[in-house]
Nanobody, 125 residues
Framework: QVQLEESGGRLVQAGGSLRLSCAAS???????MGWFRQAPGKEREFVAV????????SYADSVKGRFSISGDNAKNTVNLQMNSLQPEDTGVYYC???????????????????WGQGTQVTVSS
């Protein structure tokens, strides 16, 4: 059984920093891992992805320059360093692993097969 477990979410003031972590366990193989988020009343949105082959990364425009994704393929772990947090960054952050058979682009949620339960990030103004 594949499980993705996030940690690190909490309440933080605007301008602050936070580091989210995710550990995957179980029998799976994925070429990508990443993060999505969902704010109350809004659709889930892509945040960042890392590709194990070559280590390239991609970010949503709204977090470029502020967030940084990293990870360890051998350990199936991925992290999200979030700096200069703003109230609009508030939401539940989900760790995801890519579906090798999906034809959807990386910024679409359907590109990912496994999802964690999510960790709450709240940024106060």
């Amino acid at each position: 059984q594949v499980q993705l477990e996030e940690s690190g979410g909490r309440l933080v003031q605007a301008g602050g920093s936070l580091r989210l972590s995710c550990a995957a366990s179980g029998p799976f193989s994925s070429s990508t891992m990443g993060w999505f988020r969902q704010a109350p009343g809004k659709e889930r949105e892509f945040v960042a992805v890392i590709r194990w082959s070559g280590g390239s990364t991609s970010y949503a425009d709204s977090v470029k320059g502020r967030f940084s994704i990293s990870g360890d393929n051998a350990k199936n772990t991925v992290n999200l360093q979030m700096n200069s947090l703003q109230p609009e960054d508030t939401g539940v952050y989900y760790c995801v692993s890519g579906d090798p058979f999906s034809e959807f682009p990386y910024y679409r949620w359907r590109a990912y097969k496994y999802w964690g339960q999510g960790t709450q990030v709240t940024v106060s103004s």
